[in-house]
């Protein structure tokens, strides 16, 4: 484990070194460039998925795998204790990615409109980690899940770096190849399937990458909003461009704005956590999107 | 391209169905389905709401599990060639507030790279001369979500016409257009057809234009009720069976709107408009003005 750590630090130095030279206030401190970083892996990550996730109106669902890694790392605690980071990482990565092949599986045998069928397993599994933290004897387990619920921001390692800029590198690698495909299937998907597009698997393929996505984000932003780094960007993207291309890099390039400014607040205001403040970022972002769109229609 | 004729199937013929059932949770939707779509000519499935029109398209496409045969005879030896089939919904229903424009989503079918890495010039060049042939080049650069009905029916077969597919299927491609749209829709889907390289079955509702327009009937209503040129479907005996009510038929002449008056019911010529049909690529590539 601490070979990784070290080889983590090997790998990820030059980069937060290389932040450090940006003019901006605080970067003197490693944490602070750790925190910038692990921000401008996530959220453009986010974006570019997001700008599929609104394409296909996923925004519930991605919330709902996102509500279920609470109950994974209660789960991941409960199994290899408070202290086993990467454990409890995995057991949230894997009941996320469970949630959502779950909610994709359902899908298709029952008569439920895809909303009620997402607030079931829902609340199912967030009910389950309530009830699982309730009953545990480990009285450390609320402090355990602080981070996970609000983003541990400043409290980055350069392993998380090092396993979100693998997480960022499959994104775009799974951009490259399920692009088109993915929003012809979210235009029409019979008339995906007409172009040869296996919509099904292509289906459970997004649901797996979104519920990897949005897990391997939450220690940087948190349960409580992750799902607005999918969803704000891609939405004021949607505002801004006029061609399916450029949906995706005005939302890459809102993210990245709003992860440099949110971190810089963050850092400026001294105690907000990083996560809260790129998406109050990202948020503004939104709301000049729509006055741009308002006043352009005139 | 020229369309091969596979030897297992009779001389003509684009699609054979043989004996074709789909059940869905106990229901039969399609019982014993036996028709054929001749090859290069345009062929109309009619029948009342609920007859299984979409299913059998949708059977076609081998998007619905069923029993029995369905040969595409166009597309290889004994009719065992993988067909190209192009189809174009009822109604597309997408979000029309997506910023895609009609460019990007006819690439977007046909190319690999992903569009946020740019067209690629053969695709978009294809892509306009698609435009072209169904006289929508000025609609290039619009949004998908902004065009009228029949200007979207119009993309839909210009995206269909891409990849030359052997068959094109059209499910009531004109329900929901405007008199002039559905017009300039069907004189265009007359226009493909008879170039001879496509073989269209068009689902209708509407039997003035069958019998002015299609070549081949076939009357579904659960399985085959009738099937042949429209003189002989297009009965009044056989519309009481189709659709339950007696419609008092008289032939094609009493639709609205005429091209050239006298051109017999379903001729393969296209008497309407400029011939698209083999005009070479528009503009050159590389005129690509927006991302």
């Given at each position: 484990m601490s070979g990784f750590e070290d080889l983590a630090g090997q790998l990820v130095g030059p980069l937060t070194g290389l932040l450090g030279r940006l003019p901006l206030p605080g970067m003197e401190f490693e944490h602070n460039r750790t925190a910038l970083l692990a921000a401008l892996l996530v959220a453009p990550m986010c974006a570019a998925l997001g700008v599929e996730v609104v394409t296909f109106r996923m925004a519930f669902f991605s919330d709902a795998v996102a509500h279920s890694a609470y109950t994974g790392v209660a789960l991941g605690v409960l199994a290899f204790g408070s202290g086993a980071a990467l454990g409890v990482t995995l057991a949230m990565v894997a009941v996320g990615v469970a949630v959502g092949l779950a909610v994709a599986a359902l899908r298709e045998h029952t008569r439920q409109t895809p909303d009620t069928l997402i607030a079931i397993v829902l609340y199912g599994s967030v009910a389950l980690g309530l009830v699982i933290v309730a009953l545990s004897s480990d009285k450390g387990l609320s402090a355990t899940m602080a981070p996970y619920l609000f983003g541990a921001g400043l409290g980055m390692t350069a392993a998380d770096l090092l396993v979100l800029g693998a997480l960022a590198a499959l994104v775009g690698l799974f951009q490259l190849v399920g692009y088109n495909r993915l929003m012809l299937m979210g235009l029409n998907p019979v008339l995906a399937r007409t172009r040869g597009i296996s919509t099904r698997a292509w289906g459970q393929a997004f649901a797996a990458a979104l519920a990897l996505v949005v897990t391997g984000s939450i220690r940087t932003v948190g349960v409580l909003v992750v799902g607005a780094l999918l969803i704000v960007p891609a939405a004021a993207a949607r505002n801004l461009a006029r061609s399916a291309g450029g949906m995706f890099w005005w939302a890459v390039l809102l993210a990245t704005a709003s992860a440099v400014a949110g971190a810089e607040l963050s850092i400026l205001l001294k105690n907000p956590p990083v996560g809260a403040s790129v998406i109050l970022c990202a948020t503004a972002l939104y709301g000049l999107s729509e006055l741009y769109r308002a006043l352009r229609r005139g | 391209m020229v369309v091969s004729r596979g030897a297992a199937c009779t001389l003509g013929h684009a699609i054979e169905i043989e004996g074709v059932s789909v059940r869905s949770d106990g229901v039969t939707i399609l019982e014993n389905v036996s028709a054929s779509v001749p090859l290069g000519k345009l062929c109309a499935l009619i029948g009342p709401n609920g007859a299984g029109k979409t299913t059998l398209l949708m059977t076609m496409l081998g998007l619905v599990p069923h029993s029995g045969q369905i040969r595409f005879c166009g597309c290889g030896p004994h009719g065992s060639g993988v067909p190209r089939i192009?189809?174009?919904?009822?109604?597309?229903?997408?979000?029309?507030?997506?910023?895609?424009?009609?460019?990007?989503?006819?690439?977007?079918?046909?190319?690999?790279?992903?569009?946020?890495?740019?067209?690629?010039?053969?695709?978009?060049?294809?892509?306009?001369?698609?435009?072209?042939?169904?006289?929508?080049?000025?609609?290039?650069?619009?949004?998908?979500?902004?065009?009228?009905?029949?200007?979207?029916?119009?993309?839909?077969?210009?995206?269909?016409?891409?990849?030359?597919?052997?068959?094109?299927?059209?499910?009531?491609?004109?329900?929901?257009?405007?008199?002039?749209?559905?017009?300039?829709?069907?004189?265009?889907?007359?226009?493909?057809?008879?170039?001879?390289?496509?073989?269209?079955?068009?689902?209708?509702?509407?039997?003035?234009?069958?019998?002015e327009r299609a070549e081949h009937v076939i009357a579904l209503n659960r399985t085959v009720l009738a099937q042949g040129p429209p003189a002989e479907v297009l009965t009044t005996e056989s519309l009481l069976r189709l659709f339950g009510v007696r419609l008092h038929f008289t032939g094609a002449r009493e639709h609205a709107v005429e091209c050239v008056p006298g051109v017999p019911a379903g001729s393969a010529e296209g008497p309407c408009g400029p011939d698209h049909g083999s005009e070479p690529p528009g503009p050159p590539a590389g005129g690509e003005p927006r991302r």
């Open positions: - | 192009g189809y174009v919904p009822q109604r597309l229903d997408f979000d029309r507030s997506a910023p895609i424009a009609v460019l990007d989503f006819l690439c977007l079918a046909v190319q690999r790279r992903p569009l946020f890495l740019g067209r690629r010039r053969r695709w978009a060049r294809s892509s306009r001369a698609a435009l072209a042939r169904v006289g929508s080049e000025h609609l290039a650069g619009r949004a998908l979500g902004r065009l009228s009905g029949g200007e979207l029916q119009r993309v839909l077969l210009a995206q269909v016409l891409l990849d030359e597919p052997h068959v094109i299927l059209l499910d009531e491609p004109v329900s929901g257009v405007d008199a002039a749209g559905e017009q300039l829709f069907l004189d265009l889907v007359r226009e493909i057809t008879a170039s001879g390289e496509h073989s269209v079955l068009m689902v209708s509702h509407d039997i003035s234009v069958v019998a």
